[in-house]
C-alpha cells in the first residue's frame, strides 16, 4: 500500500503541504550551515533571475573566470518564479515542511524534485556519504479549502516557533515574517496574512497561532 500522502494529485492554483523527512528518520540538518545552505536553494529558485544581467556578465572581458563560472551556473539554474509561491516554511533536524501554491500543474513536482536532489548532493558531498538522504519521495498533500490553507500555517509554525514551549530551540521558520519581524523577498506571507484584520495582520495571526489548534481537520494534511 502506497505511503501516506506519497500519491499526489496535480492542480493549477492550488495549495499544498510539502514534507519529507530523513532516511531512518536521521537528521538531515546536522549545522546552521546545513539549514542556511537549504534556505539558500529556496532563494534562488524563487527568485526573479534576471537573465539579461547574468548574460552580460558573461560577455564582460574584464570578469574573471570564477564570477564567469558563478554567472553560467546561475543561468543553467532551474528558476520557480511566478511559478511557485511558498507561503510558509520551517525547517526541523530530520524533516522540513512548505506550504506552497502553485501556478501551474506541475510546477511542484519539478520545484521539489530540484530542492531534494540538489541538497542531497550537498549533504553526500560534505559529509562523505551515498545514498539517499530522504525517507522515500516528498510527500505533497493538496489542501482544498480556506481554512485548511489557516490551519497547515499555524501548524507548520507551531513546529518550530518560540510558541511551543516543549521546543528550547526556535527552528528557522517563517514565522519571524509573519510577526513583522522580518520581509523575506521569496517568501509570501501576504497571502495568509489577507485572511487577518487589515489594521493589524501580524497581531491576529500571532494571536491566532498561539491559540490551541484541532488537530483532526489537518489529521489527513501533515506529517505521519
Known amino acids: 500500500m502506497p505511503g501516506k500522502n506519497t500519491i499526489k494529485t496535480y492542480v493549477e492554483n492550488g495549495y499544498y503541504h510539502i514534507y519529507n523527512r530523513g532516511v531512518e528518520k536521521r537528521k538531515i540538518f546536522m549545522t546552521g550551515q546545513d539549514y542556511g545552505v537549504f534556505l539558500g536553494y529556496l532563494k534562488e529558485y524563487l527568485s526573479l533571475k534576471d537573465t539579461d544581467v547574468l548574460q552580460k556578465l558573461l560577455a564582460n572581458p574584464q570578469i574573471n573566470w570564477r564570477e564567469k563560472d558563478r554567472a553560467l551556473k546561475a543561468l543553467r539554474l532551474n528558476n520557480f518564479f511566478n511559478e511557485v509561491d511558498l507561503l510558509a516554511y520551517c525547517l526541523m533536524p530530520n524533516h522540513f515542511h512548505l506550504l506552497i501554491r502553485q501556478n501551474s500543474a506541475e510546477s511542484i ?32 498533500v493538496l489542501v482544498s479549502t480556506d481554512e485548511q ?73 501533515s506529517l505521519d
Open 109 to 140: 513536482n519539478k520545484f521539489t524534485q530540484s530542492l531534494c536532489t540538489r541538497y542531497t548532493i550537498y549533504v553526500n558531498k560534505k559529509y562523505k556519504r551515498v545514498g539517499p538522504l530522504f525517507q522515500s519521495v516528498y510527500k505533497a
Open 149 to 221: 490553507v489557516l490551519q497547515i500555517s499555524k501548524y507548520i509554525h507551531k513546529q518550530s516557533s518560540c510558541l511551543n514551549r516543549k521546543r528550547l530551540v526556535t527552528q528557522p521558520s517563517s514565522f519571524p515574517d509573519y510577526s513583522n519581524k522580518r520581509q523575506t523577498d521569496w517568501l509570501k506571507p501576504q497571502i495568509i496574512l489577507s485572511y487577518f484584520s487589515q489594521s493589524q495582520p501580524h497581531v491576529d495571526y500571532k494571536k491566532f497561532v498561539s491559540e490551541e489548534q484541532d488537530l483532526t481537520m489537518i489529521s489527513k494534511l
